[in-house]
């Protein structure tokens, strides 16, 4: 989505791979505090959040790889 947003915004280099790289950030675990506090499937948000951020350990370094090498 971050990609796509920064292809038709008029963003320089710098400003798209910034935009990119947040879009790769895992989802905080604010999201779990606030279903836990509104009991609204903490569990199944716990796991998102966990799945997230393991994910991330692989998306954030390819991302990086590819938007440096492509610089």
Partial sequence: MALLIGHFLPLTDMHRDTLILFGVLPPAVV???LAEQYHNEPEKV???VLIGNLMSLISIPLVLFLLLSAA
Avoid: C, E, L, V
């Fill in 31 to 33: 999201n779990f505090m």
């Fill in 46 to 48: 716990a796991s998102m």
